[in-house]
């Protein structure tokens, strides 16, 4: 895995886990304005929005350097679109990284033929 294509997972993995809390904030402040005089769901929003088109351009940015499957791609792109599939999403990108180090550290040592 070369250095821009790492960057990029990078990218989507930390902003995966904020864009999650936020959308789970702004659920909690949809129920607060439904239920109390307490209206956060403006800054919320607008909170969560931003979050989430980052999260869109670096899950795009990651997909063309990945070379991910159409799968994979969509994958990820649910996740963040559901309340808590950030949260798996992050997790799942670590254990790429993780992956893809381990390999790199193989091939460099001669340990495999790829």
Not at 36 to 42: L, Q, Y
Not at 57 to 78: C, H
Not at 84 to 94: M, P
Request: aromatic content about 12%; charged content about 20%.
């Amino acid at each position: 895995m070369d250095l821009k294509t790492a960057s990029a997972l990078r990218r989507l993995r930390l902003v995966s886990g904020p864009e999650a809390i936020s959308f789970l904030l702004l659920l909690v402040c949809s129920v607060l304005k439904r239920t109390t005089d307490f209206n956060a769901v403006p800054v919320m929003g607008m909170v969560h929005g931003v979050l989430f088109v980052l999260y869109v351009i670096f899950w795009a940015d990651a997909w063309s350097r990945a070379k991910w499957s159409f799968g994979t791609a969509a994958f990820y792109f649910v996740m963040s679109v559901l309340p808590t599939g950030g949260f798996f999403a992050e997790r799942r990108l670590k254990r790429e990284a993780e992956s893809a180090v381990i390999a790199s550290r193989a091939r460099q040592e001669g340990v495999v033929g790829a």
